[in-house]
């Protein structure tokens, strides 16, 4: 099953692997990128990021964190996997090795959870997710 399949038709996911890329693994420019989108956008943007990263969050790419890692160690995992771009992402989906034993906690190259921010800093509501 392809990226599109799973995650609601290949405009939208592409749109999304675009908005990652122009943002270069930087919180700062990702910020101004969801800036500048409505407000449909940006939870479209967190929906897509959250399903990319629930794919990474379960066996067989669990089984390769740190021994010592927690469920949230595992999030920031995930999260940081989908933050590099879909070209890292797939090569982790097909080869589960690839996934980080360990992310720094507050690494600027994890992008998860910046949606939230900027939508509640533009809108004055918080961002709900069905």
């Known amino acids: 099953m392809t990226d599109d399949d799973r995650h609601g038709?290949?405009?939208?996911?592409?749109?999304?692997?675009?908005?990652?890329?122009?943002a270069s693994r930087s919180r700062d420019d990702l910020r101004d990128i969801l800036g500048r989108l409505p407000k449909d956008a940006i939870h479209k943007f967190q929906d897509l990021f959250l399903d990319f990263a629930a794919e990474l969050q379960d066996e067989p790419y669990r089984s390769h964190l740190g021994p010592d890692e927690s469920e949230d160690g595992l999030e920031d995992a995930a999260h940081w996997v989908v933050s590099q771009g879909r070209t890292r992402y797939e090569a982790v989906l097909t080869g589960r090795s690839r996934m980080p034993a360990h992310v720094d906690v507050g690494d600027p190259a994890n992008?998860?959870?910046?949606?939230?921010?900027?939508?509640?800093?533009?809108?004055?509501?918080?961002?709900?997710?069905?």
């Open 111 to 130: 992008l998860g959870g910046l949606a939230y921010e900027v939508y509640h800093h533009r809108f004055g509501e918080p961002l709900d997710l069905i």
């Open 9 to 22: 038709g290949d405009s939208d996911v592409d749109w999304f692997w675009d908005v990652i890329e122009e």
